[in-house]
């Protein structure tokens, strides 16, 4: 069997728990790429086994501990867990994450469905090599009509692997609907972002829509997630998001819903909330779902400033009184960051700030607890007081 070697300060983070052991903390790798290897620590003592990656900066993703290999029967197991796991949440929607990566013990595997149809992701070389009998192990645990592997994620390269959408199971049509509590959407997993909708905001959007009223500005709205699920408890909503793909869906998805009050456009959000601003315009609740700003620790101090101008100015022009709900999807961003930014925007309006709720991703999208890199969606309900 392959063995990886790892130092004290590998060996160290396997046992508070981590899943990752870093390429700077391997000192000898008897390993092919995408190997299942036994993990051994200072004096040979076998720490457990993992899949080993020989171009990415982790080199190893825990599969498990101890002694025991992981076998067929192990990846099976994890997947009926992590299918029996999202049945007994009982979730209101043909949409969700059925297979959370590191969360679900499958680290580097990401597998949505979309009603009859799956999403799969092979996000190293590991889980990529195993995609054939993952794929049958999918087909035994949940029968799908088809699987479409959508590895074209920009994380593979870091990898080595090729960007790559292909049909491994069945067939998968380009358009699927589904229904997300009582919107309905056409999805489409072979283009759309990520595997097609973004499913971690789904209970935030139930939650959003709790305080929704009023005139609601949804900004980063992507194909409308959060617009369409408050509308109908608002009187006017403007969407805005700088694809013209989005918003072309946003449009149909609306019309589709029997929803006339949305208007959608194609801009900036950056650039849309200074001229809102500017026209004096206001809102009674406003939603911030932007992409992650912070890709890498290096590029921190610039998201924060990003997460900070676009809080200031949808505070400037959220009504006294209204709800202010603020994402972001940076994992390098903690929460404690986040509310720093919100707290220092809030300053910078002049608004005094209720913080109603602190939410994150949604329960088929679960944190491991000492993996904090799994914690990466926090959402912050925040009122601005009269
Ligand atoms: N709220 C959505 C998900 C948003 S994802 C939902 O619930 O489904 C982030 C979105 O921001 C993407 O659709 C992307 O196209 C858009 N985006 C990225 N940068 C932007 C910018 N500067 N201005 C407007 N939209 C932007």
Redesign the pocket.
Known sequence: MSEVSVNRRGEERVRLGHVWIYRSDVVKADAQPGDIARVAGSRGRVLGHAMYSNRSEIALRLLTRGQREPDLDTWRGRIRRAVAYRDALGIDATAFRLIHGEADLLPSLVVDRYGDYLVVQTLSQGTDRMLPEIARLLVEAVNPLGILARNDPRVRALEGLEQRVEVVYGTVPASIPVRDGRVMYDVDPYKG??TG??LD?RE??LAAAGYARGRLL?????????ALTMAPRCDEVLA????EE?VARIRENAARNGLTRIEARA??????LRELERRGERFDTI?L???AFAKSKSSLPKALAGYKEINLRALKILQPGGFLIT?T?SYHVSEAEFAEVIASAAIDAHADLAVVEKRMQSRDHPVLMTVPETYYLKCFIVRKLA
């Open positions: 972002q990520k909708l973004f905001q935030n959007r949804d900004a980063f709205s992507y194909q409308g997630g959060f805005v998001d700088i694809s989005a801009m900036n959000v950056f650039d849309e939603v779902d932007p992409p994402c999807c």
